[in-house]
Protein backbone atom coordinates (compact mmCIF):
# COMPACT_ATOMS: atom_id res chain seq x y z
CA UNK A 1 0.00 0.00 0.00
CA UNK A 2 2.80 2.26 0.68
CA UNK A 3 4.10 1.71 -2.69
CA UNK A 4 1.46 2.67 -4.41
CA UNK A 5 0.85 5.77 -2.60
CA UNK A 6 4.02 6.64 -3.25
CA UNK A 7 3.85 5.83 -7.19
CA UNK A 8 0.24 8.35 -7.10
CA UNK A 9 2.49 10.70 -5.36
CA UNK A 10 5.27 10.45 -7.66
CA UNK A 11 2.10 10.53 -11.03
CA UNK A 12 0.60 13.71 -9.28
CA UNK A 13 3.67 15.88 -8.92
CA UNK A 14 4.32 15.27 -12.61
CA UNK A 15 1.30 15.91 -14.05
CA UNK A 16 1.40 19.44 -11.49
CA UNK A 17 4.63 19.81 -13.48
CA UNK A 18 3.52 19.60 -16.55
CA UNK A 19 0.24 21.25 -16.50
CA UNK A 20 2.49 24.30 -14.61
CA UNK A 21 4.70 24.44 -17.29
CA UNK A 22 2.08 24.42 -19.82
CA UNK A 23 0.57 27.17 -18.16
CA UNK A 24 4.10 28.96 -18.09
CA UNK A 25 4.18 32.67 -19.86
CA UNK A 26 6.20 32.61 -22.53
CA UNK A 27 8.58 35.79 -22.48
CA UNK A 28 8.72 37.65 -25.89
CA UNK A 29 12.21 38.99 -26.98
CA UNK A 30 11.31 41.03 -29.50
CA UNK A 31 8.02 42.17 -31.48
CA UNK A 32 8.31 44.24 -34.93
CA UNK A 33 5.65 45.62 -37.00
CA UNK A 34 5.99 46.29 -40.36
CA UNK A 35 3.33 48.03 -42.77
CA UNK A 36 3.82 49.23 -46.40
CA UNK A 37 1.81 52.87 -45.89
CA UNK A 38 0.93 53.24 -49.77
CA UNK A 39 1.33 57.28 -51.41
CA UNK A 40 0.25 58.75 -54.46
CA UNK A 41 4.09 59.05 -55.49
CA UNK A 42 5.64 56.62 -53.43
CA UNK A 43 4.90 54.05 -50.97
CA UNK A 44 6.64 54.22 -47.98
CA UNK A 45 7.43 51.29 -45.67
CA UNK A 46 7.20 51.65 -41.36
CA UNK A 47 8.48 49.22 -39.39
CA UNK A 48 8.47 49.37 -35.12
CA UNK A 49 10.61 47.35 -33.11
CA UNK A 50 9.94 46.15 -29.53
CA UNK A 51 12.94 44.48 -28.02
CA UNK A 52 12.43 43.41 -23.85
CA UNK A 53 14.79 42.03 -21.37
CA UNK A 54 12.57 39.59 -19.47
CA UNK A 55 9.65 40.79 -18.79
CA UNK A 56 10.56 44.23 -19.06
CA UNK A 57 10.94 46.42 -22.45
CA UNK A 58 14.70 47.93 -23.12
CA UNK A 59 13.97 49.66 -26.45
CA UNK A 60 11.44 51.22 -29.20
CA UNK A 61 12.88 51.87 -32.74
CA UNK A 62 10.45 52.96 -35.07
CA UNK A 63 11.70 53.51 -39.31
CA UNK A 64 10.61 54.82 -42.36
CA UNK A 65 11.25 54.48 -45.58
CA UNK A 66 10.36 54.56 -49.27
CA UNK A 67 10.02 50.89 -50.32
CA UNK A 68 13.00 50.29 -52.94
CA UNK A 69 13.93 53.70 -53.03
CA UNK A 70 16.97 55.75 -51.54
CA UNK A 71 15.52 59.17 -51.62
CA UNK A 72 13.86 58.81 -47.64
CA UNK A 73 14.80 56.81 -44.81
CA UNK A 74 14.72 58.05 -41.35
CA UNK A 75 14.72 56.37 -37.71
CA UNK A 76 14.21 57.56 -33.90
CA UNK A 77 15.01 55.23 -31.07
CA UNK A 78 13.46 55.15 -27.51
CA UNK A 79 15.80 53.96 -24.65
CA UNK A 80 14.39 52.89 -21.38
CA UNK A 81 16.03 52.63 -17.90
CA UNK A 82 14.37 51.38 -14.63
CA UNK A 83 15.08 52.23 -11.07
CA UNK A 84 13.12 51.39 -8.15
CA UNK A 85 9.36 52.67 -8.97
CA UNK A 86 10.40 55.16 -11.68
CA UNK A 87 11.14 54.41 -15.17
CA UNK A 88 12.57 56.88 -17.44
CA UNK A 89 12.42 56.99 -21.35
CA UNK A 90 14.57 59.34 -24.04
CA UNK A 91 14.13 59.30 -27.65
CA UNK A 92 16.66 61.10 -29.99
CA UNK A 93 14.36 63.32 -30.30
CA UNK A 94 14.84 64.60 -26.80
CA UNK A 95 11.85 63.77 -25.83
CA UNK A 96 11.84 62.70 -22.31
CA UNK A 97 8.99 60.39 -20.51
CA UNK A 98 9.00 59.80 -16.73
CA UNK A 99 6.67 57.03 -14.90
CA UNK A 100 5.99 56.65 -11.26
CA UNK A 101 5.05 53.19 -11.03
CA UNK A 102 2.69 51.12 -8.48
CA UNK A 103 2.99 47.90 -6.62
CA UNK A 104 1.89 46.46 -9.51
CA UNK A 105 4.70 47.86 -12.08
CA UNK A 106 1.95 49.99 -13.45
CA UNK A 107 2.44 53.71 -14.09
CA UNK A 108 0.34 55.77 -12.09
CA UNK A 109 1.51 59.06 -13.06
CA UNK A 110 3.92 60.35 -15.86
CA UNK A 111 5.94 63.52 -16.99
CA UNK A 112 6.43 64.02 -20.66
CA UNK A 113 9.16 67.24 -21.67
CA UNK A 114 9.44 67.36 -25.01
CA UNK A 115 11.98 68.42 -27.23
CA UNK A 116 10.35 71.56 -27.82
CA UNK A 117 10.06 72.58 -24.44
CA UNK A 118 6.40 71.57 -23.46
CA UNK A 119 5.80 69.74 -20.40
CA UNK A 120 2.77 67.12 -20.54
CA UNK A 121 1.74 65.73 -17.32
CA UNK A 122 -0.32 62.14 -17.26
CA UNK A 123 -2.34 60.44 -14.50
CA UNK A 124 -3.56 56.79 -15.07
CA UNK A 125 -6.08 54.62 -13.20
CA UNK A 126 -6.65 50.98 -13.37
CA UNK A 127 -9.81 48.60 -12.88
CA UNK A 128 -8.78 45.38 -11.64
CA UNK A 129 -10.92 42.32 -13.81
CA UNK A 130 -11.93 38.68 -12.52
CA UNK A 131 -8.78 37.41 -12.90
CA UNK A 132 -7.00 40.03 -10.83
CA UNK A 133 -5.65 41.45 -13.90
CA UNK A 134 -5.38 45.31 -13.97
CA UNK A 135 -6.55 46.69 -17.24
CA UNK A 136 -5.99 50.60 -17.96
CA UNK A 137 -9.48 52.45 -17.18
CA UNK A 138 -8.52 56.19 -17.39
CA UNK A 139 -5.80 59.03 -18.94
CA UNK A 140 -5.75 62.20 -18.07
CA UNK A 141 -3.36 64.66 -19.65
CA UNK A 142 -2.54 68.03 -18.23
CA UNK A 143 -0.47 70.63 -20.52
CA UNK A 144 1.88 73.22 -18.95
CA UNK A 145 -0.44 75.85 -18.54
CA UNK A 146 -2.69 73.45 -16.21
CA UNK A 147 -5.21 72.91 -18.49
CA UNK A 148 -6.50 69.52 -18.74
CA UNK A 149 -5.98 68.85 -22.81
CA UNK A 150 -7.23 65.03 -23.47
CA UNK A 151 -8.87 62.27 -21.26
CA UNK A 152 -9.56 58.60 -22.17
CA UNK A 153 -11.91 56.55 -20.05
CA UNK A 154 -12.19 52.74 -21.21
CA UNK A 155 -15.20 51.34 -19.66
CA UNK A 156 -15.40 47.29 -19.24
CA UNK A 157 -19.08 46.86 -17.67
CA UNK A 158 -20.42 45.50 -20.98
CA UNK A 159 -18.75 41.73 -21.44
CA UNK A 160 -16.89 41.04 -24.09
CA UNK A 161 -17.19 44.86 -25.10
CA UNK A 162 -15.12 47.82 -24.02
CA UNK A 163 -16.76 51.39 -24.19
CA UNK A 164 -13.93 53.74 -25.05
CA UNK A 165 -14.74 57.59 -24.32
CA UNK A 166 -12.31 60.12 -25.84
CA UNK A 167 -12.03 63.68 -25.17
CA UNK A 168 -9.06 66.31 -27.05
CA UNK A 169 -9.01 70.00 -26.67
CA UNK A 170 -13.04 69.80 -25.44
CA UNK A 171 -14.02 67.61 -28.87
CA UNK A 172 -15.71 64.03 -27.23
CA UNK A 173 -16.15 60.89 -29.54
CA UNK A 174 -16.95 57.36 -28.60
CA UNK A 175 -15.92 53.96 -29.58
CA UNK A 176 -16.81 50.44 -28.98
CA UNK A 177 -13.91 47.54 -29.33
CA UNK A 178 -15.79 44.38 -29.09
CA UNK A 179 -13.50 41.29 -28.37
CA UNK A 180 -15.99 38.38 -28.98
CA UNK A 181 -14.96 36.29 -25.68
CA UNK A 182 -17.41 33.55 -26.29
CA UNK A 183 -15.92 32.68 -29.69
CA UNK A 184 -12.56 34.90 -29.73
CA UNK A 185 -9.19 34.92 -30.14
CA UNK A 186 -6.94 34.36 -27.62
CA UNK A 187 -4.12 36.67 -26.87
CA UNK A 188 -1.56 34.10 -26.43
CA UNK A 189 1.43 36.63 -26.47
CA UNK A 190 -0.14 39.81 -24.60
CA UNK A 191 -0.14 42.15 -27.32
CA UNK A 192 -1.43 45.28 -26.92
CA UNK A 193 -4.26 46.43 -28.43
CA UNK A 194 -3.47 48.12 -31.94
CA UNK A 195 -6.11 50.59 -32.03
CA UNK A 196 -5.66 52.04 -29.17
CA UNK A 197 -1.97 52.11 -29.32
CA UNK A 198 -2.95 54.76 -31.81
CA UNK A 199 -5.70 56.82 -29.88
CA UNK A 200 -4.39 59.99 -28.53
CA UNK A 201 -3.89 60.58 -25.38
CA UNK A 202 -2.45 56.96 -25.26
CA UNK A 203 -0.25 56.92 -28.74
CA UNK A 204 1.70 59.61 -26.74
CA UNK A 205 2.95 56.39 -24.40
CA UNK A 206 3.57 53.52 -27.21
CA UNK A 207 6.41 52.21 -25.66
CA UNK A 208 4.83 52.17 -22.01
CA UNK A 209 1.54 50.61 -23.42
CA UNK A 210 3.76 47.80 -25.69
CA UNK A 211 6.17 47.17 -22.25
CA UNK A 212 3.06 46.28 -20.33
CA UNK A 213 3.38 49.94 -17.98
CA UNK A 214 0.28 50.72 -18.85
CA UNK A 215 -1.86 48.11 -17.32
CA UNK A 216 -2.07 44.30 -18.33
CA UNK A 217 -2.76 42.59 -21.95
CA UNK A 218 -6.47 41.73 -22.60
CA UNK A 219 -7.04 37.77 -23.16
CA UNK A 220 -9.05 38.45 -26.51
CA UNK A 221 -7.67 40.24 -29.68
CA UNK A 222 -10.17 42.88 -30.82
CA UNK A 223 -12.35 41.91 -33.66
CA UNK A 224 -14.86 44.98 -34.22
CA UNK A 225 -14.62 48.16 -33.58
CA UNK A 226 -16.71 51.04 -34.50
CA UNK A 227 -17.69 54.95 -33.30
CA UNK A 228 -20.78 54.45 -30.87
CA UNK A 229 -22.44 57.09 -32.94
CA UNK A 230 -21.67 58.02 -36.68
CA UNK A 231 -25.44 57.16 -38.87
CA UNK A 232 -23.81 59.66 -41.72
CA UNK A 233 -20.63 57.89 -42.17
CA UNK A 234 -21.85 53.86 -41.04
CA UNK A 235 -18.18 53.35 -40.44
CA UNK A 236 -17.17 50.18 -39.07
CA UNK A 237 -13.68 48.53 -38.77
CA UNK A 238 -13.10 44.94 -38.52
CA UNK A 239 -9.19 43.05 -37.57
CA UNK A 240 -8.65 39.76 -39.28
CA UNK A 241 -5.70 37.90 -38.40
CA UNK A 242 -3.56 35.39 -39.44
CA UNK A 243 -0.62 32.81 -37.83
CA UNK A 244 2.10 30.90 -38.66
CA UNK A 245 2.12 27.07 -38.15
CA UNK A 246 3.55 27.19 -34.51
CA UNK A 247 0.33 28.99 -34.08
CA UNK A 248 2.01 32.67 -33.50
CA UNK A 249 0.40 35.69 -34.84
CA UNK A 250 1.65 37.14 -37.82
CA UNK A 251 -0.57 39.39 -39.71
CA UNK A 252 -3.27 42.25 -39.04
CA UNK A 253 -5.44 43.21 -41.47
CA UNK A 254 -7.42 46.20 -40.45
CA UNK A 255 -10.32 46.71 -42.81
CA UNK A 256 -12.62 50.04 -42.38
CA UNK A 257 -15.61 50.74 -44.42
CA UNK A 258 -16.68 54.22 -43.95
CA UNK A 259 -19.44 56.21 -45.65
CA UNK A 260 -19.65 53.42 -48.22
CA UNK A 261 -15.92 53.17 -49.20
CA UNK A 262 -13.22 50.57 -48.22
CA UNK A 263 -9.43 51.03 -46.45
CA UNK A 264 -7.25 48.30 -46.14
CA UNK A 265 -4.26 47.97 -44.22
CA UNK A 266 -1.64 45.22 -43.89
CA UNK A 267 0.33 44.68 -41.16
CA UNK A 268 3.10 42.29 -41.10
CA UNK A 269 4.15 41.07 -36.77
CA UNK A 270 7.15 39.38 -36.16
CA UNK A 271 7.02 38.00 -32.29
CA UNK A 272 10.54 36.40 -31.13
CA UNK A 273 9.99 34.27 -27.78
CA UNK A 274 12.49 33.31 -25.77
Not at 59 to 67: A, F, G, N
Not at 121 to 137: E, I, V
Not at 227 to 246: G, I, K, Q
Request: with cysteine.
Amino acid sequence: MKYLFLLFLMMFCACSEEEHESEEVRLKSEVKLTELIPNDSYDVETTQIFKYNGDKISSYTVMQEIKNGELFSHSVNTSVAYSGDVVKMKDDNGNVWSYTLDEYGHAVSCSLNEGGGTERRYSFSYSTGTDGNHYLKDINETLDDGNVYSSLNLDYSNNGKIIVSQSVDGSPQKYVMELGIDDGIKNEYSMPDLFLSELYPLSMHLTAYYGGILGDAYDYLCTEMYPEDSPELNEHTSYVYSFDETNTLNNCKVVTVSAGTKYTRDIDISIVVN
